[in-house]
């Protein structure tokens, strides 16, 4: 048995990413009733409306499913007391450190995951008691790290007794038997899932992603020490033309807020930031969720038999 599927009660070893703003319940919900594990992002959204789409998502399956925590959310102590409310059974966090809410947290019986950019960051997540941990390489799309997921994971795997998850770059069944052969028991699937048919991102999110080519997936910020990865469009090279001339922080980041919601809500393609990893250039179509997991499992279980032989 698979020991992420056994830790979180999944058929298959799959986390869709906690994407802000697109990862609503009718994308979750898909995930976990496909046999992975669905999570809504709460994003910077404040506690009122992520109560409605944890509630919705309940209505929509009642498979296991999660939340993911942007550390960096004003609204982070809310959603911390939301969690533990409705009885989340496993979180994810991103952008920062979870330690000050772990022991109430576990307290409350639920399972804590957090995404790592490190090996100093994994081994400390470990000591704090986290159940696995997601080792998310820079190929990611959204708030980015340093290290590559080819040399992050399994410098992690070698760190930590948890269970690894690998994340960054990971779009169809290679990309999951590469994982496995660094030693990760699952993996986190991000930009992928935007292109499903039960995503609710605008249409033009959707063909952002299915139209990027290789080297559009560009990192934005870095100055800001906020790093964020989207396709490359009117806003990203405003703000990187802004970010040589010298604009402060604050200038930076008055340009980048605001600029998820009109990706996602208003599909605005020159206003918008279209978060995204590198693999958007691998993605060509939009399928439903359980089509998305299946080819995932099938391509991956095939080459890892073919290895065998
Ligand atoms: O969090 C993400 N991806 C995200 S968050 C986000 S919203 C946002 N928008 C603008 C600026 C910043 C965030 C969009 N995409 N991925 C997980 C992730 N976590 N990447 C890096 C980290 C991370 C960084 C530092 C995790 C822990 C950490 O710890 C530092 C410490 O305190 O030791």
Redesign the pocket.
Known sequence: MNKVCDLLGIKYPIIQG???WVATAPLASAVSNAGGLGIIAA??APKDAIRKEIEDCKKMTDKPYGVNV???SPFVDDIIDLVIEEKVPVIT?????PGKYMDRLKEAGIKVV????SKA?AM?MEKMGATAVIA?GTE??????ELTTMVLVPQVVDAVSIPVIAAGGIADGRGVAASFALGAQGVQIGTRFICSDECTAHQNYKEMVINAKERDAVVT?RSTG?P?RSLKNKLSKEFEKQEKNGASVEELEKL?VGG?RIAYQDGDKDKGSF?SGQIASMIKDIKPCEEIIQSLMNEATKIMEEIKM
């Open positions: 906690g994407m802000a994003g910077n942007m550390l960096l966090t991103g952008a920062g450190n957090p995404v790592v950019p960051i400390k998310e990611s799309g959204g708030h980015v790290g910020g906020h964020v980048g998820l978060m």
